[in-house]
């Protein structure tokens, strides 16, 4: 099997992509700290999906919400680091474990930095104690399958392919993120802002293992 390229992003477009990540989840945690026009939207839409969830939904979204939990992608990444090993491509192992249980150590550490209560419901589904502001499971999401869609960009060069993998990882980060709003346990915003931070850091990984292969050849983007 061929030596997979580790993925190389050129300095302006990485800067841009961190960047407006970064700016997304800033609007998103100014919006909260200030109780802006999102987070007082974010009730009623929490209402919305608990009043209208019905049995199937609840049921796709149980399955989805297991696949992406912390355990969920721990062990789709250690699936995935198997592979790799057995595939001859260990070069991206580092990679790996700074985007995806790097990822996940960073949703843990910005909760605790803003320990935003989760929606809270009569006949609630599912309750945690933890807190809510980023959703860990989007952000599991976001982590797992930016850097899937890294190792199949490496591998597959056609263009239609290559947009068919970013539409599945894209359903794949929504359907999460809907997920956690069906069963009750996070909002919109931490939703979205889970989003942007996972996909910010999947950003700010390539790049900071860019600068540490720099005698590796550049590839074509």
């Known amino acids: 099997m061929r030596t997979l390229p580790l993925p190389r992003l050129r300095a302006p477009i990485a800067f841009a992509w961190v960047a407006a990540c970064l700016a997304a989840f800033a609007e998103l945690a100014s919006d909260l700290r200030w109780h802006g026009p999102l987070t007082r939207a974010d009730i009623p839409i929490s209402l919305w999906f608990h009043v209208h969830a019905q049995p199937a939904f609840t049921t796709l979204a149980t399955a989805v919400s297991h696949l992406h ?16 090993v057995a595939c001859r491509q260990r070069e ?34 599912v309750t945690l104690a933890s807190y809510s ?29 290559r947009a068919a993998a970013c539409v599945l990882a894209a359903a794949m980060i929504v359907l999460t993120g809907w997920s956690r709003m069906v069963l009750g346990l996070h909002y ?7 989003a942007a931070q996972g996909a910010g850091w999947v950003g700010l990984c390539v790049a900071a293992w860019q600068l540490t292969t720099r005698s590796r050849p550049e590839q074509a983007r």
């Not at 985007?99 to 609630?124: E, H, I, M, Y």
Request: positive net charge; glycine residues 10%; proline residues 6%.
């Open 92 to 125: 991206w192992l580092p990679l790996l474990a700074l985007c995806v249980p790097g990822g996940l150590l960073l949703n843990g550490l910005v909760k605790q930095l803003f320990q935003r209560t989760r929606p809270s419901f009569d006949s609630a589904t």
């Open 69 to 84: 939990s912390t355990l969920g992608i721990c062990l789709l990444a250690l699936a995935a680091a198997a592979a790799l």
């Open 188 to 194: 919109l915003s931490d939703v979205l802002a889970a």
């Open 133 to 161: 502001f980023p959703s860990g499971h989007t952000a599991g999401a976001t982590v797992w399958w930016g850097f899937v869609l890294l190792l199949w960009f490496a591998w597959e060069r056609r263009p239609g392919r």
